[in-house]
């Protein structure tokens, strides 16, 4: 009896020792990995959508209304600036030229009648033969009938500019990407509050260019000069390249207050390619920073820690683990992409925990996560981020007592 009572009280204790150290042991299940810091190059980038077009893209509108008479031309093909693309009837336009015309020609025999009626008036009356008023009146007609000559050539001016609306030409050397009409429509001239017929479209497809819209929260960093890389959905295999030309300062899209405020950016590719078409589908990349020979660890491996310096504040940390012991490190971040981030205060090589917010909050200074492999069929690589990736290790050499401060009794000063 007395035996079993000494064995419970030997065993009891023992139990107690061996909590925290199979409590500090995290467990693959918790999603905490060891990963290498490593040391290369990181890019951050901002996306959105947008469409293809040619790099000078003219919708050829009706500015008069008519019967539709020729159209010389056809979807595809190349015209050159200033060839002719469509005709519309002319017969009211030139029959209002010709009434102009006939209008001008009336006005300047009233005027040279009017001008010779004042000269016989002045003659009479510097010779007293007549009054005053009479050759004011004849000098009232004279003024009358050469304003009347004035409005004869303006309407004619007005005839002739009509008339010239009935033909249209190109206005860039293109490709004629859109027919909308037939000979025989009606073409609708535009008013304040209907737009007129859009007759074809013409489009300078030497460059190609990328309408894209962007939210707010990608737009702000986005400058003119950018490089990017722009994926075809037609062509999901291929990466072209572009700059940003132009971004947008107001946008094309409020949201309503519901969804986020969308603007335009206007990229221009470096290259064309024979598949390509206006209207294509694209998704873009925009470059905004980056950073070459830094050093890079997961994005997943920084947490928020007290400043020991000013615990009111908190500072970004990396847990570094050396010889099984994790260490709380402050870092400084700087440029990051969706998986990685680049650090400084670490060294390339250094081993760092990775895994949830939640998980690394758990783990504190001088916990020991066991035995580290130095065998290389314990290394493995990431294939979504390139990190050199270590196997957890369970309980082994270094694990077997309790850690400095125990995960229970509340940690180190990076404690969270």
Request: net charge negative; aromatic share 2%; hydrophobic share 35%.
């Amino acid at each position: 009896m007395k035996k079993k009572k000494w064995l419970l009280l030997l065993i009891i204790p023992a139990a107690l020792l061996l909590m925290p150290v199979l409590r500090s042991t995290p467990d693959e299940e918790d999603g905490i990995q060891i990963t290498v810091a490593r040391q290369g190059s990181l890019e951050e980038r901002s996306d959105g959508s947008g469409t293809l077009e040619g790099i000078t893209k003219v919708d050829v509108s009706a500015e008069t209304g008519g019967l539709v008479e020729s159209i010389p031309v056809e979807v595809g093909d190349t015209v050159l600036v200033g060839q002719l693309l469509l005709g519309l009837e002319t017969t009211q336009a030139r029959a209002n030229l010709n009434s102009a015309a006939s209008q001008i020609e009336s006005s300047s025999i009233a005027l040279d009648q009017a001008q010779r009626e004042l000269e016989r008036t002045s003659a009479l009356y510097d010779a007293n033969l007549t009054s005053s008023e009479d050759y004011q009146v004849a000098q009232e007609n004279v003024d009358l009938r050469r304003q009347e000559l004035y409005r004869a050539n303006s309407s004619y001016a007005v005839s002739d500019n009509n008339l010239s609306k009935t033909t249209y030409y190109s206005p860039v050397s293109g490709i004629i990407t859109a027919l909308n009409v037939e000979e025989g429509e009606t073409a609708v001239q535009g008013t304040m509050n209907n737009a007129g017929t859009v007759l074809m479209t013409v489009e300078d497809m030497s460059t190609f260019r990328v309408r894209v819209n962007m939210v707010e929260s990608e737009i702000v960093f986005v400058r003119q000069g950018m490089s990017a890389e722009v994926t075809l959905d037609a062509l999901p295999d291929t990466v072209f390249s572009g700059t940003v030309e132009q971004v947008g300062l107001s946008s094309i899209s409020d949201g309503g207050g519901e969804t986020a405020a969308e603007f335009e950016v206007l990229l221009r590719l470096d290259a064309v390619d024979a598949s390509m078409r206006s209207g294509m589908s694209a998704s873009v990349e925009i470059v905004t920073s980056g950073a070459e020979n830094c050093v890079i660890v997961p994005v997943q491996s920084i947490v928020q820690r007290d400043n020991p310096q000013n615990p009111a504040e908190q500072v970004s940390c990396v847990l570094v683990v050396n010889e099984g012991v994790i260490s709380a490190v402050p870092v400084s971040t700087g440029v990051s992409s969706i998986m990685e981030i680049q650090v400084e205060g670490i060294s390339s090589g250094d081993r760092v925990v990775s895994g949830p917010v939640g998980a690394l909050r758990t783990l504190n200074d001088g916990d020991i996560l066991g035995a580290e492999s130095d065998s290389e069929s314990d290394e493995d690589s990431d294939e979504d981020s390139g990190f050199p990736m270590v196997g957890l290790p369970g309980t082994g050499p270094g694990a077997g007592g309790p850690p400095p401060g125990g995960r229970g009794g509340g940690g180190g000063p990076h404690g969270g």
